[in-house]
């Protein structure tokens, strides 16, 4: 089991998400930077869809009662088990009655706390992810609260060789992940989010004006921007006339222009169909940098074709595969 | 299996952290433990006690390299380094990273002190046992 010691309003059980109900109106849900959730999930050892705890508000402490091994991906919060500091990105081994802490990350925005063997709550519709706008899935399907004790699918220790340090992995923002994020938009100091972006259906619909502000504005990520959707700061984008719209199917990621002109990027608990204009679409493999977004940052977006978007997937399939099969996971299964 | 064979990796044996190792070859296997009398962990304690002893009239400790890799003094996370010049490292305290392609080990201080020399540059190459850092020992540990 897992005692929840202390936690914020936000925490809660994701795993890869809930996919194939989009058609009868249940969102995607799962965690928001599937990165750092494959990772954490990598680095134990564990099947790629275990649940994992998200943690978007910190300081976050849980108590073990049994011995396993545990990973802290994401966000570069402090990490303490009992006295003892290890660094982010880090798979370390827990034993019964120690207490792990996560205080306010120095960057990024969510971490993800990995057990061996995977948080084991109920599976709804095929997933452990919690749907907190429905109130379905997870642990009891609302955010974990103090008191709170999960079961988790504990695996015995890891092997000898893994000692009581663990290890890391660099975390995958920096390296060639860095140097992508230089060509997205970093290369002139920019210290904010950059994310590519396909052509919505209905960017022609927007003055050339706003339809260039898109990629050239620096978008100020505002305090009321959640799992549901991002809702962004900056110059007001206009349509060249009003048009009206049914409401159709939508996915995380789109970037949606209400009548007040500011947008709104869609994110996994998004409700599935929508009727306003879509300026562009966050391509998926970039989700993740929105959300190790900090609310008040700064994100912009770099106009990319389908091609690039699909090579981004690859490439980020590439990278946890690397990982994956690494020598030193050999050591540690 | 030669006897100057074995003799030969107990010897290497003594002088590595290795607690135990086991060799196996066609029709015969090896297993070889060290004595639970010398302490586990990451550094060399064998080479620390030289040091004591050696550097005892200044005070001097050493923290070394747990690995072979690249030394980082900092996490690519987090832009301040671990330690640096002057501050004081704890028993336990991250000093540095050991970075072996996309995966990193840690460097612990195991006795505490002021960090003095730092021997190596961030993404200076190591070898397992280096000597990352010397320490200026606190004076009340030797009184």
């Not at chain 1, 940098?289 to 399939?317: C, M, N, P, W, Y």
């Not at chain 2, 550097?55 to 030394?71: H, P, W």
Request: aromatic letters at 8%.
């Amino acid at each position: 089991m897992i005692e929840i010691l202390s936690t914020g309003p936000l925490c809660s059980v994701q795993d890869a998400g809930r996919r194939g109900y989009r058609k009868l109106g249940v969102s995607v849900s799962g965690s928001m930077d599937s990165l750092a959730f494959r990772i954490g999930n990598v680095m134990l050892g564990n099947v790629a869809n275990a649940a994992s705890i998200e943690i978007t508000v910190f300081p976050f402490r849980v108590r073990f009662t049994a011995k396993t091994r545990t990973a802290v991906t994401g966000a570069a919060c402090g990490i303490f088990l009992d006295e003892k500091a290890f660094p982010p990105w880090w798979c370390f081994e827990v034993n019964p009655g120690q207490v792990l802490t996560l205080t306010p990350p120095s960057s990024g925005a969510r971490a993800y706390l990995a057990v061996g063997g995977g948080i084991d709550v109920p599976e709804v519709l095929g997933s452990r992810s919690t749907d907190i706008k429905v109130g379905f899935g997870g642990f009891e399907g609302r955010c974990l609260r103090k008191g709170d004790r999960l079961a988790a699918n504990f695996v015995a220790e890891g092997s000898a060789a893994s000692g009581s340090d663990g290890f890391g992995v660099v975390p995958p923002c920096k390296g060639e992940f860095e140097r992508e994020s230089a060509r997205l938009g970093n290369a002139d100091g920019h210290a904010g989010t950059c994310a590519r972006v396909l052509v919505g259906p209905e960017y022609d619909s927007f003055t050339g004006t706003s339809a260039d502000q898109l990629w050239n504005a620096d978008w100020t990520l505002t305090p009321d921007s959640n799992r549901i959707g991002y809702r962004l700061d900056g110059p007001t984008i206009d349509l060249k006339s009003p048009i009206e719209m049914l409401s159709h199917g939508i996915v995380p990621g789109v970037i949606q222009v209400p009548p007040y002109g500011k947008p709104i990027v869609m994110m996994l608990d998004g409700q599935t169909s929508g009727g306003y204009p879509k300026i562009g679409t966050v391509i998926e493999a970039d989700l993740w940098r929105l959300a190790q977004a900090a609310l008040g940052s700064k994100i912009r977006f770099r106009r990319v074709e389908i091609d690039e978007a699909v090579a981004a997937s690859v490439a980020q399939e590439k990278f946890i595969q690397s990982i994956a099969n690494s020598q030193w996971r050999a050591g540690w299964k | 299996m030669e006897i100057a064979f074995i003799a030969e990796l107990i010897q290497h044996l003594q002088q590595s952290t290795i607690e135990e190792m086991e060799l196996r070859g066609q029709g015969c296997a090896l297993r070889l433990k060290a004595e639970q009398t010398r302490p586990s962990g990451g550094a060399l304690p064998a080479s620390k006690s030289q040091t004591l002893d050696s550097d005892k009239q200044s005070n001097k400790l050493v923290i070394r390299a747990t690995a072979l890799g690249f030394f980082e003094n900092q996490h690519p996370s987090n832009e301040q380094p671990f330690v640096a010049q002057g501050s004081e490292a704890r028993v336990g305290d991250i000093v540095g990273l050991v970075r072996q392609g996309r995966f990193f080990s840690v460097v612990r201080a195991e006795t505490e002190g002021h960090i003095g020399s730092m021997l190596k540059q961030n993404g200076e190459t190591v070898a397992f046992g280096d000597v990352l850092f010397e320490l200026n020992a606190r004076e009340r540990s030797y009184t």
